[in-house]
């Protein structure tokens, strides 16, 4: 992309290192964000992972409402830090080569 040519230039880089080093920088302020999010729910609910979670409010130990929606955003965020982990191996497959 000419973006990444005219800022390497500017900045005295090669084009394709300053894309995949922002591409790496964006993954990882992506992995940071969302063990942070992680981290919180798990502080907030005193249990390490969305199913704890269910079983809590199973046995009603914890209110139904918002422990549901936020079991749901828990396995969503879990979710989700896989596959930016699968697209950063990906990445990194191709800088490989």
């Not at 992309?1 to 964006?26: N, T």
């Not at 063990?35 to 914890?62: C, F, H, M, S, W």
Request: proline fraction near 3%; charge should be negative.
């Amino acid at each position: 992309m000419a973006v990444w040519f005219d800022l390497a230039q500017v900045i005295g880089r090669d084009a394709s290192q300053l894309e995949a080093e922002a591409a790496f920088a964006l993954v990882s302020h992506e992995l940071a964000t969302i063990d942070r999010e992680l981290a919180a729910l798990a502080l907030k609910y005193g249990v390490p992972n969305p199913a704890a979670l269910e079983e809590t409010i199973r046995q009603n130990t914890t209110s139904g409402h918002p422990a549901w929606e936020d079991s749901i955003d828990w396995s969503n965020l879990i979710a989700y830090r896989e596959k930016i982990l699968a697209a950063a191996a990906t990445l990194g497959r191709q800088n490989d080569c």
